[in-house]
């Protein structure tokens, strides 16, 4: 029988079952014990950014070569037809009548689900303006259990901007189909959005919104840190919560051992570089397992088993 | 009653009566009711004795579908669809509240991909506590039914 992710577009985090996020965490952890050079032989992927990207599209297209595949594309949409005013729709399908797979960014909501509909290949989301970034998800939810070894019933603590952070709503929609328990600690600002919340408490899924992260620190398997935007505040106001949202190595003393931090980088200052030299500091591992998440997601929709 | 004097009786046709007053110009424009080319009679204000004041749309010689009528059920749940012929009304729809909504409301945010591609916008309904919301099926954003129901 096809795995359930065989052909299958990947847009969006809410679109998946428990069963698969487990069986893309499982395939990637595998590909990264035992490397495969032949999944993606003879298949050619579509690399398409309409929006710049370093980290998301590098991955994507080490993971393909690393498979065997082969990619065309292009990194920005600047320099495509889309310039010239033609649909996103009209450019998918064309490029989706060359490749096996389109895998894209876009700087609009809603591009990736637009693009599946007029495809005749699977489409695989690698951002959509702010909306939903899932392989960010996938490769999270594979280093959270590289790190603890399981997925269920852990203490996860948010940490920043939880607002705007698309990588943060999409976790916590899947961490929430593993019994998590979350704290979210941000600005007033920056806070959680209503709609996360409210499908939290309709899942009766447990939550507390914290102001220190100190007091946190002691209760958490994983401390998901991300970036404050300065622009988002007005100067007097920046400084006043300025030092509220940085992590230290000295504040990692009370953390229990199995603690990890992660970050879904580019990192500024929120997190001190003498946070890096500890045990529990993980985003740089993080990063490099984006590549084995999206070998795992590729391999299974490009083949019925593997 | 007032209003059967002073709004003059359908021949064949849809009657929408007991939409809260100040709806019926909304309704009329988002359905697109007189682009149909059809003779329409509008009440706006008319005394009722449940609701103390409505609006009554009439539109000649057009039969609204189950769905459409049920896409009314969006902001005037308590409005009520009769199809007439002959004078004689011959079906009365009785509203719910769609599971999904085609092309009527353009999505609120501006950065969706559907203003700019060639698709028609769709949301799905949830009802959630006393507020319907609804949620793009492209850009994922929830809404209030309140803020899709006044842009356009």
Redesign the interface.
């Known amino acids: 029988m096809a795995n359930p992710l065989y052909r299958k577009h990947i847009i969006s985090i809410p679109d998946f079952s428990r069963e698969e996020l487990e069986l893309v965490v499982e395939t990637a952890g595998k590909l990264k014990r035992t490397p495969r050079n032949d999944l993606l032989q003879g298949k050619l992927v579509g690399s398409c950014f309409f929006e710049p990207s370093t980290r998301t599209r590098l991955s994507f297209e080490t993971a393909v070569q690393r498979l065997g595949g082969d990619i065309i594309g292009f990194a920005d949409g600047g320099n495509t037809s889309a310039k010239k005013g033609e649909t996103l729709a009209d450019s998918i399908k064309i490029i989706s009548s060359y490749a096996d797979a389109v895998v894209m960014r876009h700087p609009k909501e809603g591009a990736a689900r637009l693009a599946s509909e007029f495809s005749s290949v699977p489409v695989i989301n690698g951002g959509d303006g702010s909306n939903q970034h899932p392989t960010q998800t996938l490769l999270d939810l594979f280093t959270i259990r590289e790190t603890q070894g399981t997925l269920e019933n852990l203490t996860i603590a948010f940490v920043g901007d939880l607002k705007y952070g698309r990588t943060v709503h999409s976790l916590t929609q899947a961490l929430s189909l593993f019994g998590a328990r979350f704290y979210f600690v941000a600005p007033e600002q920056l806070a959680m959005p209503d709609y996360i919340c409210e499908e939290l408490d309709e899942k009766g899924i447990e939550y507390t919104i914290v102001d220190s992260l100190d007091d946190v620190i002691p209760l958490i398997d994983i401390l998901y840190m991300t970036r404050v935007q300065r622009e988002r505040f007005d100067e007097t106001e920046f400084k006043k919560i300025q030092g509220q949202f940085v992590l230290r190595a000295d504040m990692l003393k009370s953390a229990r051992t199995n603690m990890k931090v992660m970050h879904p980088l580019p990192r500024v200052d929120e997190i001190t570089v003498d946070v890096d030299a500890t045990p529990h500091a993980y985003y740089f591992e993080q990063a490099k397992n984006g590549v084995y998440a999206r070998q795992a997601l590729l391999s299974l929709v490009l083949n019925e088993t593997v | 009653m007032q209003y059967t004097r002073t709004v003059e009786a359908l021949k064949q046709g849809t009657v929408i009566d007991h939409i809260p007053a100040g709806h019926g110009v909304n309704i009329l424009r988002l359905f697109k009711l007189a682009e149909t080319g059809e003779r329409i009679t509008v009440g706006l204000n008319l005394s009722s004795r449940h609701m103390g004041a409505k609006d009554i749309i009439k539109v000649e010689n057009v039969a609204l579908t189950e769905e459409q009528a049920n896409e009314l059920a969006l902001f005037a749940p308590k409005a009520t669809v009769n199809l007439i012929d002959n004078f004689e009304v011959v079906k009365k729809h009785k509203l719910e509240l769609p599971e999904t909504i085609e092309g009527i409301f353009a999505c609120p ?1 501006s ?4 203003h ?4 028609k916008s769709f949301f799905y309904v949830k009802a ?1 506590n006393k507020d319907t919301k609804m949620q ?7 809404f209030s039914k309140d803020i899709v129901a006044v842009v356009r």
């Open positions: 945010n950065n969706c991909i559907s700019t591609e060639p698709v959630q793009c099926k492209y850009c994922e954003k929830v």
